[in-house]
């Protein structure tokens, strides 16, 4: 079983290796998407230091609106006064229903960006890329192709711990052995073994944890269009012209005690209510800040429903921590560094994996010439 297991691993590793290291690198590199959108474009996405308080989320909605008269609000991120990333808001072009994101200055309300398509800036583009290979929307191929093919990339991460832990299971043992002075054969089977244990737990919970996303993606698509349905087309404002946004966050407090909002979801479809995301007080650090809502009528706002986090048991606290696991956004820079160094790991992996899959087959192919 274990020499099965063995040929196993090595061959998945053959196979996936391009796509996978471009996953990899990718992600590595979003770790910092914040610091690296600050350092290339600070005119769009950073604030000035200012004691300004922010404008009321109404006034800022009809500054929107007065700016990009032929759009919809979509979605809202929002962030406490004195933070130094401009909101991101993401709205939906009329005739049409195609997202696009621009960043807003909350405390004199102009856009310090024209609405983009994802991929637009840097950053952006390589998150479609580690979410999509840049596979998704082609012609004459299924429309969450790349969606498809990550959520296979996080089943093989998966499997190549778990097998790697499997094959060497006596790693505690040697997991800080390497013999310099052998031939590369054995370095590279030092190293190969050292930092696939090493970066293992982190690599594992990666894997898990992409594979949940991209199937939360597909799955979302799925069931909402599975009939044949196309995406709704926006073609007016899908929500009262009246409606009090800021009344509507203020009310969300009074249903979660201690809730801080941080996402507004307004209704991209009929029949979808506007949705305040946010955090419930915990001391949890793993738990992310859109873990729990409350909905209310679009037309009306009417309180519709709750879903408190801190009232929900393990399995979905466990989901909601997907998130900072995920993109390492737990426990500051170290935890940060830590995750772009092991997300670099599958490099090394590939090639010291790579040469020993190959000097095996020599092997193998030397013993039957000589039989």
Known sequence: MRKTLHKWHGWAGIIFLIPFLFVCLTGSILVFKKEIDHWLIPEVASLA???????????????????LPDYEIGAWEIFPAGHDEADRVFVIKEGTDEWHKVHLNPYT???????????????????????TLLLNDIDGLDEHLGVIITFVLAIFLTFMGISGLIIYRRFWAR?????????????????????????????????????????????????EHADGAEHHIMTERLYADSLNIDG???RSQDYIE????????????????????????TANPLLSNYGSVVNFDP??????????????????????????????????LPVKILWCIVGLTPLLLGITGTYLWWQRRNK?????RRN
């Open 49 to 67: 230091p200012t004691d300004a308080p922010r404008l009321s989320l109404n006034e800022l909605e009809d500054s929107v609106t007065a700016q």
């Open 109 to 131: 309300g102009e856009l310090q960006s024209q609405p983009t398509e994802p991929g637009h800036y840097l950053t952006d583009w390589l998150l479609e890329l580690h979410y």
């Open 175 to 223: 997991v800080f052995t390497l013999r310099w002075n052998q031939r590369l054969l054995v370095v590279f089977s030092d190293l190969h073994k050292m930092f696939g244990t090493l970066a293992s737990p982190v690599l594992l919970v990666l894997g898990i944890t992409g594979g949940y996303y991209s199937a939360i993606i597909y799955l979302e698509e799925w069931t």
């Open 248 to 250: 509507l966050v203020a």
């Open 258 to 281: 201690g809730f801080k909002p941080t996402y507004l979801l307004f209704p991209y479809e009929p029949e979808y209510p506007l949705t305040v995301f946010g955090r419930a007080p």
């Open 299 to 332: 037309w009306t706002g009417a309180y519709q429903s709750t879903y408190n986090l801190n009232e929900q048991g393990v399995g979905m606290k466990t989901l909601d921590s997907f998130r900072r696991l995920h993109f390492g956004t737990f426990g500051g």
């Open 364 to 368: 193998s192919a030397r013993k039957r």
